[in-house]
């Protein structure tokens, strides 16, 4: 049996085999998957296959359930058919119509554009069910979190004491930020809030612009129900656009946001403070275990993160941590100019 993805696209969408061409789109750094152009006459479509084993009997049935939820609110890319993997020899694949349009990525979005996104934010959490599934991530404990932030900057202290003795003074304030997270985590810990349907993956370079001027959201294979207080923290500090949008100009998202969904759920903005304390030094903890991966491989040199040197980026984290639970944090990016993590970044 032929299990080209010509094949494999012409079985699952019932279009004729001999008018399909496939070409495979250029990865973006972060992907963990393949996608492919799919034509057939002018119909454009897109094909996503899946490689991570682990990932085979979740993810893609995340997305396209999600892609089926999604598509009478037309904020997402229209779903045509999900590929098991026992159905080819290939990885599982999700077909879903082309979502015509420009990525936000690194683009800077105007007030206008933010005050769209929280609209389209609104429409996603209310989605409702009694199938609906959790997202990666939301189950796994606040003190497990915690835990493995402890080991991550356990396990950077002993390769600056071996590898690098300029980094002394970001261990120290990396554990100086952790140890005064333990009143927020437990705070956290200690609310139930209702979980809504959530993106779980809010980087900007998801966002489509239209050509009409509507915005959609393409890459769903890690949402579901999800605490929304997590999901804004997780969108106003995502690498991809966090040096993108200042404090101030958050507000344009925030201020219809909260206006829409903060009635039912008083503890929201109390959340999202919580979580702006929290998702720094996640972030902070993986570009340092990035960069203990690169300093083995020996490819330090050059660095750079989401358009800015890795430097910089990961002193941003830093001061963000150290300003909280203020957001504006350009006084403590003074004080950490000096601030080395590795060598040559």
Known sequence: MSNTLTTIVARATGLPEDGIEVSPRSPLEH????LYDVWAGDHHLIAKEYLKRNEWWDAPRREFDALSLLAPLDIAPQPVAHVQPHATSRGPIVIYEFLEGETWDRRRPTA??????AEMWLK?????GDDL????????PLDEIEARFHADLKDYAEWVESEFHPGRRAVDLCFMVLESRHSALRELAGQTPALCFCRADPRFANVIRRPDGRLGLVDWEDCGLRDPARDLADLMTHPNQEDLVSPKAWKAFLKPYLAGRGGEDRQLKRRIDLY??????????SLIR???ELAQEGHLGGWMEHGLPAGEKLRRYLARGLAWPEMKFARQ????????FFPSV
């Open 333 to 340: 990016m003074q004080t950490l100019s000096r601030v080395a």
């Open 31 to 34: 992907q963990s998957n393949r």
């Open 133 to 140: 599934w959790e997202s990666r991530g939301q189950d796994r």
């Open 112 to 117: 206008g554009e933010l005050a769209q996104l």
């Open 276 to 285: 702006l304390a929290l998702f720094p030094i996640y972030w902070l903890l």
């Open 290 to 292: 990035r960069g203990i």
């Open 124 to 128: 996603m959490n209310a989605i409702s």
